[in-house]
């Protein structure tokens, strides 16, 4: 079932998130009095074919589906008749087929605008940003916070979740500048913390980053109750139910979820004896946990997530609502916001500030897809904006191939006066397709590698 709802999420996202952008293209070209031959959502031979409208369009789903296009008509790709000549993207002026092109890219940042307005609308739970453990020696320790301290606003903005939290963190540690936190305590005093970030290296970006400033999230105790178990995995070979209470281990008590946790990790290939507590029985099952390899380590992997008593939660969780005309300006900030990080990002894995690992290709999409579908719809939503502002902040870099790259060349054609000669274009083409390629691969050799390393 996972993998089906994996599946259906990322062929979805996929299908939705190409369809805008190809929609916006489409829109501004038949606006702009351009013919229309093909609108194709995938490439390669046609599966499904209709021709449709005045100009006898035709709407094709393809056989490969990471992409799609829109054929206009053109004299450089074919005979034009005559009466078509004034119809023809060639012919038009570079303003026109300037908006033609840069018209995909703004779609996919209007979808995400609504997604966002739709989510501020219907309200985003989150967990209360409440400090739990401080690693020693971390950046979080030397500003001096503590367990229980509760995170109100870092630098001039506010926080209500630790999504939020981790947001505006993650905007400072890239730029390794210092922050201010303002924090209250248990006892409501109120106090500013300055976190210096200038220490991170950039590995500290590969995992969840919080825990390299030295965080932790506050939980409350959980009790070893099994909550889920991941289909295949070995907590549901050996036999592991759902709301079974984990007693002891190894004859050794265990009290709390974070202490069987500790236990299963440092056991990985070791088997390991269960003693659980089913209803009224008490059960022993023995239990190898999978050898999972996470940063050239070797840790064990049971399959299972905690049972979360809801109540006990409560107190941690929150939710951020806005109104119907205050969620428009929030949706324009996330998204501008995103869109520029997502730049700085690029730029700082180009210099080697940040890693190449955070690269991430179509099985990782795929695989978040899956799990913010699963989360609920809000996380799904969320997912959808976020990965619609990547494909808009793509296709606008300048490189040839991408819609970026045609940009470039209008922008150059504005300045000298005239088109770009079809043998710079066609060099420009070859450059763009190998940098497509080298990207693809680092890209691919990430996911494999999550992949591997689970």
Not at 95 to 107: E, H, K, S, W
Not at 271 to 290: M, N, Y
Not at 348 to 370: C, F, Q, R
Request: aromatic content about 8%; some cysteine; overall charge neutral.
């Amino acid at each position: 079932m996972n993998l089906l709802t994996t599946i259906a999420a990322f062929v979805f996202a996929l299908g939705t998130l190409i369809v805008i952008h190809e929609f916006g293209h489409y829109l501004v070209a038949r606006w702009c009095g351009v013919k229309v031959l093909r609108f194709s959502l995938g490439f390669g031979r046609p599966l499904l074919c209709v021709t449709r409208g005045r100009d006898r369009t035709e709407w094709v789903i393809a056989a490969f589906p990471l992409g799609g296009y829109v054929k206009m008509l053109d004299e450089r790709e074919g005979e034009v008749a005559p009466e078509d000549l004034p119809r023809a993207f060639n012919r038009q002026s570079v303003t026109r087929r300037f908006l033609i092109v840069l018209a995909g890219p703004v779609a996919n940042f209007l979808l995400a605008i609504a997604l966002y307005w739709v989510v501020f609308v219907s309200g985003i739970p989150g967990i209360r940003p409440v400090i739990g453990a401080i690693v020693p020696d971390s950046p979080a320790a030397h500003a001096q916070l503590a367990s229980g301290d509760i995170i109100v606003k870092i630098g001039s903005q506010p926080v209500a979740t630790w999504q939020d939290a981790r947001w505006h963190l993650l905007k400072f540690a890239v730029d390794r500048r210092p922050v201010s936190l303002e924090v209250h305590n248990e006892r409501g005093e109120i106090y500013w913390r300055n976190l210096d970030l200038s220490g991170l290296k950039p590995e500290a970006f590969d995992g969840d980053f919080l825990r390299a400033l030295g965080f932790a999230r506050m939980q409350p105790p959980l009790p070893p109750m099994i909550g889920r178990l991941l289909p295949g995995g070995a907590g549901e070979r050996a036999g592991l139910l759902a709301e079974d209470l984990v007693i002891a281990v190894d004859r050794v008590a265990i009290a709390r979820w974070d202490q069987l946790v500790s236990v299963i990790y440092s056991s990985p290939g070791k088997r390991l004896s269960f003693e659980i507590k089913r209803g009224e029985q008490i059960l022993e099952i023995a239990v190898t946990p999978d050898p999972i390899l996470e940063k050239s380590v070797s840790i064990g992997r049971i399959g299972a997530t905690p049972h979360i008593d809801r109540n006990a939660m409560q107190k941690y969780m929150v939710e951020v609502r806005y109104g119907v005309l205050e969620s428009v300006p929030k949706a324009l900030e996330r998204t501008w916001d995103t869109s520029v990080f997502s730049l700085q990002m690029l730029g700082k894995m180009m210099v080697g500030e940040i890693s190449l690992k955070n690269l991430s290709g179509p099985i990782t999409i795929a695989d978040y897809a899956g799990q913010s579908a699963q989360v609920g719809w809000i996380s799904y939503v969320v997912f959808l904006a976020l990965i619609s502002i990547s494909l808009g902040v793509l296709n606008l870099l300048p490189i040839p191939l991408l819609d970026g790259g045609h940009l470039m060349y209008y922008m150059l054609e504005i300045f000298k006066g005239s088109p770009l000669s079809e043998k710079t274009m066609a060099i420009g083409q070859q450059i763009g397709m190998a940098l497509l390629l080298v990207l693809m691969v680092f890209a691919i050799y990430n996911d494999i590698t999550r992949l591997v390393n689970g």
